[in-house]
């Protein structure tokens, strides 16, 4: 089964940010899908927008690419700090993530 069969999502928009307050700093996400995510100065992922720059406002959140869900949905599994969400845009449910069900 895909990612996407998966989660239900059947090519619907998702988006994806990273809670600070829980980030350890690891940069699996990064080793991941370095496209999404990146470690500023502060050692914390961040999300980046669609002009490269890391999104820092809280809870600030990019769109997934389709070709990169796998890597974003395997940053969210592999977390050690469970602070990487990955919800869909229609109606904000958590697909991937501690949030998810």
Same mark, same amino acid.
């Given at each position: 089964?895909? &990612? !996407?069969?998966?989660?239900?999502? #059947?090519?619907? +928009?998702?988006?994806?940010? &990273? #809670?600070? #307050?829980?980030?350890?700093?690891?940069?699996?996400?990064? !080793?991941? +899908?370095?496209?999404?995510?990146?470690?500023?100065?502060?050692?914390? @992922?961040? &999300?980046?927008? +669609?002009? #490269?720059?890391?999104? !820092?406002?809280?809870? +600030? @959140?990019?769109?997934?690419?389709?070709?990169?869900?796998?890597?974003?949905?395997?940053? @969210?599994?592999?977390?050690? %700090?469970?602070?990487?969400? &990955? $919800? $869909?845009? /229609?109606? $904000? @449910?958590?697909?991937? %993530?501690?949030? /998810?069900?």
């Amino acid at each position: 089964m895909s &990612v !996407q069969q998966e989660a239900g999502v #059947d090519g619907e +928009a998702l988006e994806v940010w &990273v #809670d600070q #307050d829980l980030c350890t700093g690891d940069g699996i996400c990064a !080793q991941y +899908a370095p496209e999404v995510f990146e470690l500023d100065i502060d050692g914390l @992922a961040y &999300v980046k927008g +669609a002009d #490269d720059e890391l999104l !820092q406002a809280p809870g +600030a @959140a990019t769109p997934v690419p389709l070709p990169l869900l796998t890597d974003v949905v395997d940053s @969210a599994k592999e977390c050690p %700090g469970e602070c990487i969400h &990955v $919800r $869909r845009v /229609s109606d $904000r @449910a958590e697909v991937y %993530g501690p949030d /998810s069900e």
